[in-house]
């Protein structure tokens, strides 16, 4: 039972929960005439490797807060912050993790992926000590990293990038956290992001519209050269569309959480069948393509 206890803890200072986030590497597999499973292979060599490298930053974060997470009403109860894990051990951990990412680096052999996933590093260090005290720079950040990810499995196996895909990965990201800002303007969320007092409502209801206007036109725009028939594209699109109308509901009635897109799927049932039904779109679709039926 104590085994299990610390792994849980090892898992929440690794932020497991954020880990669904690399799952956008595998965006590269809708593109593909023809699917094998030495290209899945290293598309989830390469998921695992920006989960990885997430969870290095994450770490490194906390190891530098930890004054300060202690003093926090939520963030104290961190594995860290709360004394469940010792910083030696975290420490340990980053230097385990790194390892593994280094592993899988050299095993992929792909100079333009590796210059790509230590960017994201690099960015994701940068946002943490500078950039997320910058109203609106802050977010654009947070959706260059979906974008990031996105891009990295065409890199990954050497397919023309489809920047109109990447725009709207990155669209949708900023769509999204435009409405989680306006969820923490409204409860004065301070405390947990200091920069929530330098945005305006206005400036962010003005830019929540725009943004899902463009990731809709990128979005078939990135459609339109597709390896997969139209109805899956489709029906993978509008499923999305739906989990981010359920956001939106969720955000308006339960402020007070709506800063964590995790805790959304936890306390909303329907945005979680959702988003299951999306997943299994997902799987439908390259079972279809593995098979040979999507032509």
């Known amino acids: 039972m104590q085994l299990f206890v610390k792994t849980y803890d090892i898992l ?42 997430s969870s290095i930053v994450y770490i490194i974060n906390d190891l530098g807060d930890i004054e300060r997470d202690r003093q926090h009403p939520v ?60 109203p609106y720079v802050d977010i654009v950040f947070v959706a260059l990293f979906a974008g990031i990810r996105a891009a990295s499995g065409f890199f990954l196996l050497g397919v023309a ?54 990731s809709v036109i ?9 390896a997969l028939p139209l109805v ?3 029906v993978l699109y509008f499923l999305v569309l739906l989990v981010v109308h359920e956001y939106m509901c969720f955000a308006e009635n339960r402020k007070d959480i709506a800063e964590d897109g995790f805790a959304f799927f936890l306390h909303h049932r329907l945005g979680l069948v959702l988003f299951l039904l999306l997943l299994l779109s997902l799987l439908v679709a390259g079972v279809a393509l593995f098979s040979g039926l999507a032509r």
């Not at 949708?172 to 004065?188: D, K």
């Open 218 to 226: 990128f979005y078939f725009l990135a459609m339109s050269v597709v």
């Open 12 to 53: 929440r200072q690794l932020r497991w929960h954020q880990w669904y986030k690399a799952l956008l590497v595998f965006s590269v597999l809708l593109f593909l005439q023809h699917q094998s499973v030495g290209s899945f292979s290293l598309v989830l060599a390469g998921a695992i490797a920006f989960a990885l490298s």
């Open 75 to 134: 963030k104290k109860l961190r594995p860290l912050a709360s004394g469940v894990l010792t910083p030696f051990e975290v420490a340990s951990l980053m230097v385990l993790l790194s390892g593994l990412v280094l592993v899988l680096v050299g095993l992929l052999a792909n100079v333009q992926f590796t210059a790509l996933l230590f960017g994201y590093v690099l960015l994701n260090l940068l946002y943490t000590y500078y950039i997320k005290h910058i």
């Open 161 to 214: 990038v489809n920047w109109f895909l990447v725009g709207a990965v990155m669209a949708l990201f900023l769509f999204i956290l435009t409405v989680q800002r306006l969820a923490e303007v409204a409860v004065n969320n301070v405390a947990a992001r200091p920069v929530i007092k330098k945005y305006s409502p206005r400036a962010l209801k003005f830019l929540m519209t725009f943004f899902m206007m463009v």
């Open 232 to 234: 899956y594209t489709d």
